[in-house]
C-alpha cells in the first residue's frame, strides 16, 4: 500500500526482507492531486527496492468525487478515500484472486497511530469478497517516523519527498488533504497560500449549494477555511485554545 510517503517505502522494505521481491508489490493509487515530487521519490524507492510499482486510478479528483457524492469532504469524513484508493484497492485484490492469489496489505501505519489498527483491519475485510489480513509491521516493531526518514536519507541516500521539507507531516493529495485538521491548513496557508485558497474556494462553492458544511470544525462547530484564514491573519481574533482535530484518512500513512 505505497502512498508516496517515507513510512510506506520503509515497510516495503520489511516485507522484502520478509518475502522476496518476487513476492512483493507496491500498489499506489493515485488520488490526481499528489505533489509532482512524490513520483521521484517513489520512483527511487522503487528502484532501490527492485520493485516494479502497480498504478491505479478512478480518473477522478477528490474534488470531483465530492461534486458527484454531493458531500463534501471534511476533518471526520472523506468520500474521495473510500473513492479513489480503497475502491481502487479493492479492485485489484479481487483481480489477485482471480489469479489464484491471496494478498496480503502491508500498511505503513507507525505506533501514534495504533488506535486506527483495528479499523483499518474492519475496513478492507468489508469491502471484499472475503477477509483480508493485513499486517501493520511499523507498530509492531515500534518503529518511529524520524527514524524511518533518517535510513532512508542517510543509508538508502534517496532523498525524502519535497513537502517533508517543508515541514508537512505527511505528503499526500499535495498538501489539499481534507482531513488534515487545523494545524495543517494553517502551515498549508504560510506555505502554500494559492493552494489553500483554491480549497477556500470550493469550500464555499459547496456551501452556496448544500448549506453549512465546512472543511474544519472547532469544538464540532463548523469553521471555514476563511474564517480560518481570518484568524491567521490576524483580521479575526485567533482561539488561542483551539482543539487539533487531525484525523488522517486511511491514505495517509498507508
Known sequence: MFSGGAASAYVAYLMVNMHGQENCKLFFTDTLWEH????????????YLGLEIIKRRDGRT??????ETRFLGNSRLAKCSSQLKVRQTVIYIEELRDEGYEPILYFGI???????KVNLVDFYSHQTTGTVETRFPLIEGNLR??????????EWKIKLPHMYELGFSHANCGGRCVRGGMNHYRHLY???????????????????NL????????????????????????????????????????????
Not at 62 to 67: C, I, M, S, T
Not at 145 to 154: G, V
Not at 190 to 208: S, T
Not at 219 to 238: A, C, D, N
Open 36 to 47: 509532482e515530487d512524490n513520483n521521484r521519490f517513489m520512483l527511487e524507492v522503487a528502484d
Open 62 to 67: 477528490p474534488e470531483e468525487v465530492f461534486e
Open 110 to 116: 507507525g505506533p501514534h497511530e495504533a488506535h486506527r
Open 145 to 154: 517516523d524520524i527514524d524511518i526518514k533518517a535510513i532512508i536519507q542517510n
Open 190 to 208: 504560510n506555505v502554500w497560500p494559492d493552494k489553500y485558497l483554491a480549497q477556500e474556494q470550493m469550500e464555499n462553492r459547496f456551501r452556496e
Open 211 to 254: 448549506g453549512d458544511f465546512t472543511i474544519l470544525k472547532r469544538k464540532g462547530e463548523p469553521l471555514t477555511l476563511e474564517q480560518f484564514r481570518m484568524e491567521i491573519e490576524g483580521v479575526y481574533p485567533s482561539n488561542l485554545d483551539e482543539e487539533e482535530n487531525d484525523l488522517p484518512c486511511v491514505c495517509v500513512f498507508t
